[in-house]
């Protein structure tokens, strides 16, 4: 039985051998990047102690954006899109703040930790969709400044610039049908500038040691950018059509009965395991489609499988029948 489905394959390939090589697919690749903008919401407390003119404090605070990057890209030659996004939901700050005040106005400077998350997401269609998401928790930095107008002795207005840098977030995936890559990088950064109101207050009520000190708390909303991200995409053509193959060696059977072969491609010297397209189509034919250029292809994943290099598939026990 071994010998006949060598020969067969064998002579497929000679009837063929002309027309695979005068249509030698080659790897559909493509980059991209991008940035975003938002709305930026969020509250904030702290506490300012007053020298003279100047006035120092701690300050921590909260908020909530939209800033959500995101792009898609046509992979060429062959037909495939590829979309990826990140996002940041959220970020906090813990700060220490320096100014100068002359009157009811405040010149201030601020800079320390910063936290949130970033979201990404890429996916990968034409075979099928294939996604892979990541959520990772950043710790970073922050700085800016501002300047502040009491209003009364306990309404303050803002107008304030803050830069959070989160750090760079690095994502490379493989989706699980052949070799589809995606690599990429998320500077995990934005601005924003915001107008904010406080109420500034003593705990017991009784009025602050000099006009800018006490705690306070307030809210501010504005807008906010940044996020850079870019992405490079790499998804090689390894079409199952036995056509396009060379030194095919049976190797086993899938406990289904299917056949499973070792090969390399005629473009390439990596020895991979597999199936052969136009046998999947006797036993599984929804698992097999035709492309454009007249080659059969398989969804490894609705067989339950996955198209491995010779060196992956030795790692692995996966109910051979041999």
Sequence with gaps: MKIKIIAAVAALLLASGSAAFAQLPTPSTGTNSGSASSWVAGIQA?????????????ETDISGTALRTSFSTVLAPQPSIATT??????????????????????????????????DTATSMTGTGTLGVQTNDLRIGWAGGA???????????????????????????TNFGFGPEVTSGTVHAQLQAVTLGVSWLFTPDG??????????????????????????????????????????IVLIGHLDDGLALYRYRYLWDDTVYVGVMAQEVAEKAPNAVTMGEDGYLRVDYRKLGLQLRTQAEWQALTYGLRL
């Design 46 to 58: 702290g506490h300012n102690w007053q020298s003279g003119s100047v006035v120092y404090g701690i």
């Design 85 to 118: 996004s990140a996002t940041i939901d959220y970020f906090g700050t813990v700060r220490g703040r320096l100014g100068w005040t002359a009157g009811p106005v405040l010149f201030y400077g601020t800079g320390g930790l910063a936290y949130g998350t970033v």
């Design 146 to 172: 501002g300047i502040q107008y009491k209003y009364s002795p306990n309404v303050i207005f803002s107008l304030n610039y803050l830069y959070v840098d989160l750090g760079h977030v690095s994502f490379s």
């Design 206 to 247: 009784k009025g602050p040691h000099a006009p800018w000190e006490g705690n306070y708390i307030g809210g501010q909303v504005g807008g906010d950018w940044g996020n850079k991200t870019s992405a490079s995409y790499s998804a090689p053509l390894l079409i199952s059509d036995m056509r396009l193959k060379r030194d």
